[in-house]
Nanobody, 125 residues
Framework: QVQLVESGGGLVQAGGSLRLSCTAS????????MGWFRQAAGKDREFVAT????????NYADSVQGRFTISRDNAKNTVSLQMNSLKLEDTAVYYC??????????????????WGQGMQVTVSS
């Protein structure tokens, strides 16, 4: 059974930083691409960042480019999202996602087969 367990969400002031982590189990982690998505209240789920199974290829939403960094530690079955210079508009529920047997998952949430439970990130003024 595939499980994605997320941690690191919470409340932070604008301009601050948070680091989200997601640990996967139930699959060979190096077989799968990973991604982060988010959903703000009243809005659709949107792409944030993605990373290939090797960790070499990465892509970011324009809104987070230069502020967020996605990384993975294949030895620990973990993908992380370092979020710096947080803005009020980054407030959302953040989801870790796994794309099975793909080198690269891309921006389309339909490419991802498994999802974490989601965790709240709130940026205050």
């Amino acid at each position: 059974q595939v499980q994605l367990v997320e941690s690191g969400g919470g409340l932070v002031q604008a301009g601050g930083s948070l680091r989200l982590s997601c640990t996967a189990s139930g699959r060979t982690f190096t077989s799968d691409a990973m991604g982060w998505f988010r959903q703000a209240a009243g809005k659709d789920r949107e792409f944030v960042a993605t990373i290939s199974r090797s960790g070499v290829d990465k892509n970011y939403a324009d809104s987070v480019q230069g502020r967020f960094t996605i990384s993975r530690d294949n030895a620990k079955n973990t993908v992380s999202l370092q979020m710096n210079s947080l803005k009020l508009e980054d407030t959302a529920v953040y989801y870790c996602a796994l794309s099975t047997d793909r080198y690269y998952g891309g921006r389309d949430h339909g490419n991802y087969n498994y999802w974490g439970q989601g965790m709240q990130v709130t940026v205050s003024s």
